[in-house]
């Protein structure tokens, strides 16, 4: 909104139209993320916020436009150290059983050399992580036996873990108890302290609404409102029906 | 023990050893990718490359190797193209590998006992020049299994994240299938082709009926491949049957008797310890307290007077315009 600012961009989305699978679901998507904001993407099912976060980390190929991450295209994106990702998961257990701080060490990856043991500062890292979202008492609990919840909370640990400037949350509240909700709207509110950019796709953005500095609102793959966000959506999930373009404010 | 003095069954026991620790190894990985079956489908292709080996006059160890690399390769970028899915890209390599190596045995020439040596073990098979093969194979692969750990975990437990932690997940991905096509040629002599697969996923499984981390998995599933396929072997020796068969039946057997302790445990544990109550219930509404009426004296009956009205599981009393219910001794206001 400020057309001068200083620093550069953390994401930078432009003229962005992605195709899956021979359908158009985003259209000309244009969102600069400036860094230290917190941005809420809103939207229905299938409007298209997913898959708008997951072409900003490079999962998905943009069909039209681009995508620049701290000024870098994301094609050419290396400093992945500087990325928390959270993605949009049931579980986060996988065939084998693998112990929660197993799986929090993986989001070190990005700073650790091949064939290298964990450090002594790594493994504190990992504690401090699980500490935030206050599951250190099961650091070694098998993810499988924990509930919605808990392995939600074990994947927001693992974004955390390597300190990343800007942290991306993909439906992090999706079918999580309250109280989890909760407890990682504190850790979310103690980065956001410390600058941290964050996106959040939701539906339902709960005990997180308050964090909120502005909101970006998805239908049918374009962006339909993008400002501070408002009263009658911060708290609720946007209904598919009925038209917002008709309602004062909305388009700014 | 005159037995461990025969060369042949010298190299036949390094060649267990080996088998039984990499094989697990990478088997972890790929239960953890839920592929537990890659390790067949590559098996079946490398038929076809002992097959081209044999017909060639070149080393089945060394054709074999190539084929299977080959084949794993191709159901990686299968896979990962998302034309065709994991288990559809598995199924034709194997009836294609099964079937070409059938029809290339028969033009070399050799009979259906050459091949069995192949599919399902020979002690005596395993040359000298085959053992360096397959012990440096099987080095290459431990290595790799152990220390590119982390990274493989990553890849295998959560594709996504690890492509956006910077990993390439590609090449990993590949490096897993490479991997396991290897061992299945390192395993071609002792396990035999046809149950190779077993041998990678069999311990894996045995091992999680009492592990929590990825790390205790792997290491009690090498240490039980291990275990299987030095018994396995010996046994085969005495009984006079084929080592891949004694073996497999060892590790299934282990697995039975793994399952039936763990979830004797399991279920003494959850006697044991009851959930916890970790979660505080937060935003539950408390629920309303009843009204009791007071100083009730009249004994509501269907016969009273008083109209009844049917109220979900109960009957209330219509009296003086408001209602009332059983409860207990005393009367409701509903």
């Known amino acids: ?252 | 023990m005159t037995m461990f003095e025969l060369e042949f069954m010298q190299r036949a026991l390094i060649a267990g050893l080996l088998t039984g620790l990499s094989a697990p190894a990478i088997g972890t990985y790929l239960v953890q990718r839920r592929l537990s079956l890659m390790g067949d489908g590559i098996g079946h292709i490398a038929i076809t490359g002992v097959a081209l080996g044999l017909l060639t006059g070149t080393a089945p160890v060394l054709t074999a190797v190539l084929v299977a690399i080959a084949g794993a390769t191709a159901i990686e970028l299968v896979r990962a193209r998302g034309k065709a899915s994991g288990d559809v890209a598995l199924a034709l390599l194997f009836y294609g590998g099964i079937a070409g190596g059938v029809l290339l045995i028969g033009l070399a020439g050799q009979g259906a006992a050459t091949l069995n040596t192949y599919l399902f073990g020979s002690l005596t098979t395993v040359s000298p020049s085959d053992l360096y093969v397959v012990v440096g194979l099987a080095v290459a692969v431990l290595v790799v299994a152990i220390g590119l750990g982390p990274q493989l975990f990553a890849v295998c437990q959560d594709e996504e994240f690890a492509r956006v932690t910077g990993l390439r997940v590609q090449l990993l991905n590949l490096l897993i299938a490479v991997m396991a096509a290897v061992t299945v040629t390192v395993a071609m002599r002792t396990v035999g082709l046809l149950l190779v697969s077993a041998l990678m996923v069999v311990p894996v499984a045995t091992a999680q009926q009492f592990t929590r981390s990825f790390r205790s998995t792997f290491m009690t599933a090498c240490a039980l491949g291990v275990t299987a396929c030095v018994a396995g072997i010996v046994t085969s020796y005495h009984a006079n049957v084929a080592p891949g068969a004694t073996i497999v039946v060892l590790a299934l057997a282990g697995f039975v008797v793994a399952a039936i302790a763990g979830t004797l445990l399991r279920r003494r544990r959850g006697v044991l310890a009851p959930l916890q109550d970790e979660e505080p219930e937060i935003g539950v509404p408390a629920p309303v307290p009843h009204v009791v009426s007071t100083a009730h004296q009249h004994a509501h009956d269907p016969k009273c007077g008083h109209p009844a009205v049917e109220h979900g599981d109960h009957v209330d009393y219509v009296h003086d315009g408001h209602l009332h219910a059983a409860h207990g001794d005393h009367w409701d206001e509903h």
């Not at chain 1, 295209?73 to 400093?79: A, G, I």
């Not at chain 1, 504690?127 to 008492?137: C, G, S, T």
């Open chain 1, 1 to 252: 909104m400020t057309p001068s600012q200083p620093a550069e961009p953390a994401v930078q989305v432009t003229d962005l139209s992605v195709d899956l699978g021979g359908r158009l679901v985003l259209r000309g998507v244009d969102l600069q993320i400036r860094p230290g904001e917190v941005v809420a993407v809103l939207g229905t099912n299938g409007s298209g916020k997913s898959t708008l976060v997951r072409t900003i980390v490079g999962l998905l190929p943009a069909a039209r436009g681009d995508v620049k991450v701290f000024g870098t295209p994301v094609r050419r994106f290396r400093q992945w150290n500087r990325i928390g990702y959270v993605p949009q998961r049931i579980t986060a257990a996988g065939g084998v059983p693998a112990t929660v701080a197993e799986v929090v060490s993986s989001g070190l990856l990005s700073k650790r050399r091949l064939f290298r043991p964990l450090k002594a500062a790594e493994r504190a890292a990992i504690d401090e992580a699980l500490e935030i979202v206050d599951m250190a008492a099961q650091r070694k609990d098998a993810v499988a036996e924990l509930s919605g919840g808990q392995q939600q909370r074990v994947l927001i640990a693992r974004a955390l873990v390597s300190d990343p400037e800007l942290l991306i949350l993909d439906e992090p509240t999706a079918g999580v108890d309250l109280a989890s909700q909760s407890i990682f709207a504190g850790a979310i509110r103690e980065r956001v302290a410390r600058g941290t950019t964050v996106v959040m796709v939701s539906h339902d953005l709960g005990p997180m609404d308050a964090l909120i500095d502005r909101s970006v609102i998805l239908r049918r793959g374009r962006v339909v409102y993008d400002g501070p966000p408002h009263a009658s959506q911060t708290h609720a999930h946007v209904h598919p029906h009925g038209s917002m373009q008709d309602e004062p404010g909305w388009l700014s």
